[in-house]
């Protein structure tokens, strides 16, 4: 028993549907690794990534729930609320990204050298890995903040939670510009990378001073005002890049529109600039969306975590 008479561990931690959500987590994080370890085997980058992948979000997961049991998250100097909402929602996308590139690089319908139990292995950790997925974000939407509520935890409105989106779209785009895009070419695509790190700057700025529970005042404006604008300054950068990349890459004067036949599988800079066009566009609509939503929501700053979703 604790000084104030109630229990050391917290039972709502295991008792309720958000450790539940969590508790399903664990087992679907263990018997992947466990899975992939043993037999299902992985190679290359691909299955680097997404090893690497399963292996960070159940090591997150752990730690996560084994504050959240001991109450230890109290001795830490950040907004537990908004920390295990942005680890929900970064896991979730993680987990969706290797439950579609892990079948799609080593399960086939017919049985590798290995043999059948290879590939039977293979689909189980497919399997295993969208349960996870749904686990995770079945703690999202446990966690998010409904309509009506005063929104305490900034992560959990969909604002905040298209944060997260924008900067895992922004770590694609690099990744994408880091395998022979070429951007180093033209002035102009250099001013695109530019505007990509300078917004997911600007977007960890705002998580991490969330998460952190600094955000009572910024400055001469309030915390939801100062996101406004953050985010207003994000979609005008993203429009202008949206429009300038797939000029300068694409149009006969500087590029090709068509990929060139020669361009060798997996390693063509055509490719590399099509993903980061793509995902310009669909981060410039994220962006869009949420300046919508954070015209509607109305935060109230709290420096004291909260245990009210668990």
């Given amino acids: 028993m604790d000084s104030q008479g109630g229990p050391y561990l917290n039972k709502k931690a295991l008792c309720s549907p958000l450790g539940a959500a969590r508790l399903c987590q664990l087992a679907m994080g263990c018997a992947v690794v466990s899975m992939v370890t043993h037999s299902a085997g992985y190679s290359g980058s691909h299955g680097v990534f997404c090893m690497a992948a399963w292996c960070f979000c159940f090591a997150m997961s752990v730690v996560v729930f084994f504050l959240d049991a001991t109450r230890l998250y109290s001795c830490l100097p950040v907004s537990w609320d908004n920390l295990t909402v942005t680890c929900a929602a970064f896991a979730t996308l993680m987990y ?25 292995f293979r689909v189980a950790v497919t399997v295993c890995s969208i349960l996870g997925t749904l686990a995770y974000g079945a703690e999202v939407a446990l966690c998010r ?7 305490v935890g900034y992560m959990s409105t969909a ?25 180093w070419r ?6 695109c990378v530019v505007v990509y790190a300078f917004c997911f700057a600007l977007t960890a700025l705002v998580v991490v001073t969330t998460v952190c529970g600094r955000t009572k005042t910024v400055r001469c404006m309030s915390f939801d005002r100062f996101v406004v604008v953050c985010t207003l300054l994000e979609v005008l950068l993203y429009l202008s890049a949206s429009v300038v990349w797939p000029v300068f890459c694409f149009d006969t004067k500087y590029g090709s529109p068509w990929r060139p036949s020669s361009c060798p599988q997996g390693r063509c800079p055509w490719d590399s600039k099509v993903v980061v066009a793509v995902f310009s566009f669909v981060n410039f609509g994220l962006y869009v969306a949420d300046l919508i939503y954070s015209q509607r929501t109305r935060f109230v700053p709290s ?8």
């Fill in 145 to 151: 903040a409904r309509p009506g509520q005063a929104v």
């Fill in 303 to 310: 420096h004291v975590r909260t245990n009210s979703r668990v």
């Fill in 96 to 120: 969706v990204t290797a439950s579609v590139v892990y079948p799609l690089f080593f399960v086939r319908a017919e049985c590798p050298y290995a043999g059948c139990d290879v590939r039977n």
């Fill in 159 to 183: 604002s905040g939670l298209l944060k997260v989106v924008q900067g895992f779209i922004a770590c694609i785009i690099f990744g994408a510009l880091a395998n022979r895009s070429e951007y």
């Fill in 186 to 191: 033209h002035v102009a695509t250099i001013y």
